[in-house]
């Protein structure tokens, strides 16, 4: 029933930024938290940023000072701002949320996915 959509990922510079987005679809009586992870060739998914219904952010080390989350409420999106990116940034970055639906069970879902390539 529920879906999230990533967009935003792409090919940048060492130095530059982008933005992801991800939209949330579907029935929904409330998202408690999104977020988003990466995932490099290699690795384990690691945590980047979340953030809760009540605005509260959580940022991975390694990006602090850089990357920024956000949300649209009225739009059920989450968004990432990533600048000063480093070539080891690169990963495939997954929006996660944590989703209550109509009968107040709570989901986890994950999006498909969104490459981000940073060159040096």
């Known amino acids: 029933q529920v879906q999230l959509v990533e967009s935003g990922g792409g090919l940048v510079q060492a130095g530059g930024s982008l933005r992801l987005s991800c939209a949330a679809s579907g029935i929904i009586f409330s998202i408690d938290r999104m977020g988003w992870y990466r995932q490099a060739p290699g690795k384990q998914r690691e945590l980047v940023a979340t953030i809760t219904s009540g605005g509260s952010t959580n940022y991975a080390d390694s990006v602090k000072g850089r990357f920024t989350i956000s949300r649209d409420y009225a739009n059920k999106t989450a968004s990432l701002q990533m600048n000063s990116l480093k070539p080891e940034d690169t990963a495939v970055y997954y929006c996660?949320?944590?989703?209550?639906?109509?009968?107040?069970?709570?989901?986890?879902?994950w999006g498909q996915g969104t490459q981000v390539t940073v060159s040096s």
């Open positions: 996660n949320a944590d989703v209550t639906n109509r009968r107040l069970i709570k989901f986890n879902y």
